[in-house]
């Protein structure tokens, strides 16, 4: 098992679309156990749309703040071609 508070960078391409709200939120616990103060998280997702908010149980996701400008100068930037968008 990762230790608590032992990650500072979290790295996710686009699998979260895929996952059933069970699974993300499961997945989102644990990166919450698992960041340091200050963690950041970059994921990617098929669509432009973060793909979070209604799905993931709001306790988690208020423990993260969401970077809307940078999350849109990634997307605009990425040179993957692949997802739609990028979020921070």
């Keep these: 098992m990762v230790p608590t508070e032992s990650k ?9 679309d ?15 156990r698992t960041a340091r103060p200050g963690a950041r998280v970059l994921f990617r997702t098929g669509g432009a749309q973060d ?8 306790a988690s996701l208020s423990q ?11 997307s605009k930037t990425d040179r993957s071609a ?3 968008g990028v979020h921070l």
């Excluded at 793909?51 to 709001?58: Q, T």
């Design 64 to 74: 993260w703040s969401y970077d809307k400008q940078a999350s849109g100068t990634a």
């Design 51 to 58: 793909i979070l908010p209604g799905r993931d149980e709001e």
């Design 18 to 32: 895929w996952m059933t709200d069970a699974q993300l939120n499961e997945l989102w616990t644990q990166i919450n």
């Design 82 to 84: 692949i997802c739609g």
């Design 8 to 16: 500072s960078v979290y790295v996710l391409l686009d699998r979260q």
